[in-house]
């Protein structure tokens, strides 16, 4: 049996196959480029943005218009934070209601508002970090600085666009006269642009849009004359000088170094305490504390002993020094240049205009544009009252003619079956004017009294004359303007409690690069290393006997001792030519026999020790190779940073780095004597300074090389160890025979010479 199919679809035709009709026939270049455009304009218009006429986001906005539909306004009670949400991602933002509570919290935190948009009950987060609570849990209303950025919904003053979903309206824009913009700030990041805006304070906003209505051509400099910059929640000190302040909003862009509050505090015989009150600007009081007891622990900064946290609604962070003699300026430049306790607050006035476009502008551009706002607002709710104005009037007509003919009209509504035709048409009544005498009543004709309707007609009438100045003329609008931002002086004003200036300006140069003796403690020590590497610091400075009495291990002996302070810096040799550093507050103790030197830093295996001296301000050394060739080095050059020290002498050929000596103050001539036996002595200034090299010959040798050489003063004559356990010395002042120049063999030392061609 034959079974009728229908045909299949033609092959190229794709109105008959529904899979065609989702392919389009496009570049994926261009696809993708006009897809990524649609979304980069939506994240930079709808969310990240703020928009310059009211200071907010979308969320935002959304938020608060939420929130007076439900009424919830400074007289009212409280409302739970779910109901908010709910509405507002139900009806207005269809986003997740984690993000919009987030943003709502952000309303409520005066830590991160200025002037904070809701007024919270419950836990709203705090300064240390902590997030806040579930949104089942806490409640909200709004406050009055929101109620002033709202102010003007319900009088025509701005217009108003239909909800995603088309059920429900919204504003587009408040048109409230409270500053947002600069007062509370914004930040964001959106596609290829971002902005960032900190706090302001809003007297200081107020009077530079008055001195701006006033003087349209005002420079940026005059402005300044009134913002003097950001004024953060926190409090803080803005310590950039103003050039620099000023510069940031002639530009739109820059950043302000914003420190810490503190103060000293006396606890009596001579003992301080650093008590930290304000902290900068976005900064978590809990991991700042972390931060600073980490520097302990990891003894980065060893001035400073403790911090305590004794904050309760202030901020109260103790910080206490290693001891009394220490610099307070020393220990907070120190903790600046270390911790968050100075940040720097970017400015990026980078705002959506009132064409929605997205622009950088300067702080007279945004007081400009923003004035040009309000003075759109202030037409518009007086057009609108005009309207009501002409509205009522009309009725009042209407009253006035029904009052005149009271008995009359009374009859018409009593006998006729078409009372509101018949009064139009008696009375010369519009419709809405007869509606109204209708609709009235009747307990509302006793005050149809004939005085009172026209007083208020003529008041009306009065009214509406001065609206139409205000419209018509730009002085009248100006007068107006200022008068009602002075009315928001009253509120907002430097005198009140919540317009008082938190930051203040006190200019202050970068933290210090404290030096390390500044940060350590100073103390005497002694500082001992043996043959072998081993090396301790005894307290104190420890005489010969002290230094007798000290053990070492089976098969080691001492090498190096001398007096130091913990601040000082050593630097040991190697016979490789390569010098290392050692701090002196970092070396082991005296128990024991101390630790090997090559723990500490990164010495070559086949490297021998063959030098310990200490760092002398403008002290320097003289570094010699067995080959004979030498030079001098300033001491402070030659320190290094790292464990694998620096190349100082280059050494070639199987020589050996073999004198490391510090030349005392006042020297002027080197003795040099070879394995030879041969003793040179000649000036010191024929030998060069350099950081880094071989040197140049210090003697002259047929076979063997240098032994040992030491910088004296020639007039004090050459001192060397008579050898053996006596610890005697000798001094030769007649050394006329050994006299010569640099480079020259010499002659057989002095009788007694030690047999080791060693000066010590």
């Not at 964001?188 to 706090?199: D, H, K, L, Y």
């Not at 930051?503 to 043996?530: D, F, G, Q």
């Not at 080691?556 to 550093?581: E, S, V």
């Not at 040099?672 to 010959?697: S, Y």
Request: proline letters at 5%; aromatic letters at 6%; a negative charge.
């Amino acid at each position: 049996m034959a079974t009728d199919t229908a045909d299949p679809p033609e092959s190229g035709d794709p109105s008959e196959d529904p899979l065609d009709r989702s392919i389009v026939d496009a570049p994926f270049d261009a696809a993708l480029s006009e897809r990524y455009l649609v979304y980069a304009l939506s994240t930079i218009t709808a969310r990240s943005l703020p928009d310059l006429r009211d200071g907010l986001k979308p969320v935002h906005r959304r938020l608060l218009w939420a929130m007076r539909l439900l009424k919830l306004d400074p007289a009212n009670g409280y409302k739970k934070c779910a109901r908010v949400v709910g509405d507002v991602i139900g009806i207005y933002h269809p986003h997740g209601d984690q993000s919009v509570y987030d943003a709502m919290v952000r309303l409520a935190q005066p830590f991160a508002m200025r002037y904070p948009l809701v007024d919270g009950q419950g836990n709203f987060g705090n300064v240390d970090g902590d997030n806040a609570a579930a949104m089942r849990y806490t409640e909200a209303r709004l406050t009055h600085a929101a109620m002033d950025l709202m102010d003007g919904l319900n009088e025509g003053t701005v217009d108003f666009r239909p909800t995603y979903n088309g059920e429900e309206e919204e504003p587009e824009i408040f048109p409230g006269l409270f500053p947002n913009l600069l007062a509370n700030g914004s930040s964001g990041i959106a596609v290829g642009m971002a902005t960032s805006i900190p706090p302001h304070n809003a007297a200081e906003l107020i009077d530079a849009a008055t001195h701006l209505i006033e003087n349209p051509k005002a420079e940026e400099a005059e402005l300044m004359e009134f913002v003097q910059g950001p004024d953060l929640p926190t409090g803080g000190l803005l310590v950039d000088s103003r050039e620099i302040i000023a510069e940031a909003y002639r530009t739109g862009k820059g950043a302000f170094r914003v420190r810490a509050r503190w103060e000293k505090e006396d606890l009596g015989r001579g003992a301080w305490a650093a008590v930290i009150t304000q902290i900068p600007f976005q900064v978590q009081k809990g991991k700042l504390i972390e931060a600073i007891a980490a520097l302990i622990a990891d003894r980065k900064l060893p001035i400073l002993a403790d911090v305590r946290d004794e904050s309760d609604e202030d901020i109260r962070i103790v910080l206490e020094p290693k001891n009394r003699t220490i610099d307070p300026d020393i220990l907070m430049d120190s903790l600046f240049r270390l911790t968050d306790l100075e940040t720097r607050v970017s400015l990026n006035l980078n705002v959506l205009d009132a064409e929605r476009t997205p622009r950088v502008m300067s702080l007279k551009e945004v007081l400009k544009e923003w004035l040009d706002h309000q003075f759109v607002v202030l037409v518009r709710r007086s057009e609108y009252r005009l309207g009501k104005i002409d509205d009522r009037v009309e009725l009042l007509d209407g009253y006035i003619v029904a009052y005149l003919n009271l008995d009359r009209i009374i009859a018409i509504i009593r006998y006729e079956d078409e009372p509101k035709q018949l009064m139009m048409a008696e009375f010369s009544l519009n419709d809405r004017q007869a509606e109204a005498i209708l609709n009235m009543r009747l307990r509302n004709l006793r005050k149809l009294e004939e005085m009172e309707l026209k007083q208020e007609r003529e008041d009306l009438l009065k009214e509406r004359g001065e609206l139409d100045k205000l419209i018509n003329s730009k002085a009248r609008q100006k007068t107006r303007l200022k008068k009602d931002l002075a009315g928001l002086l009253k509120i907002y004003g430097a005198d009140t409690d919540l317009g008082h200036r938190r930051t203040s300006l006190e200019e202050a140069a970068p933290p210090r690069e404290i030096p390390l003796e500044a940060m350590i403690e100073k103390e005497p020590i002694t500082v001992v290393m043996s043959e072998k590497g081993w090396i301790r610091a005894m307290k104190g400075h420890v005489d010969e006997a002290g230094l007798a009495k000290l053990k070492y291990k089976e098969g080691d002996g001492p090498a190096f001792d001398f007096h130091a302070q913990t601040t000082d810096k050593l630097l040991l040799a190697a016979t490789d030519g390569r010098i290392y550093t050692l701090a002196a507050d970092k070396l082991p103790g005296a128990r024991g026999f101390g630790e090997p030197v090559r723990s500490m830093v990164d010495v070559e295996d086949d490297a021998e020790l063959v030098g310990l001296v200490k760092v002398e301000e403008g002290g320097r050394l003289l570094l010699a190779s067995s080959a004979g060739k030498g030079f001098v080095a300033q001491a402070e050059d030659i320190v290094s940073t790292t464990r694998k020290g620096k190349q100082v002498v280059n050494v070639k050929g199987g020589a050996k780095l073999s004198v490391v000596h510090a030349i005392p103050a006042g020297a002027d001539h080197i003795a040099a004597i070879g394995a030879n036996r041969k003793m040179l002595i000649f000036e010191l200034d024929t030998l060069p300074e350099m950081t880094r090299g071989q040197g140049i010959i210090v003697q002259k040798y047929k076979d063997g090389g240098l032994s040992d050489a030491v910088a004296f003063k020639l007039d004090e004559g050459l001192s060397w160890a008579m050898g053996g356990d006596t610890g005697r010395t000798r001094t030769e002042t007649e050394l006329g025979d050994w006299l010569g120049n640099r480079g020259t063999a010499g002659r057989l030392p002095p009788r007694g010479f030690p047999q080791d061609n060693r000066f010590s």
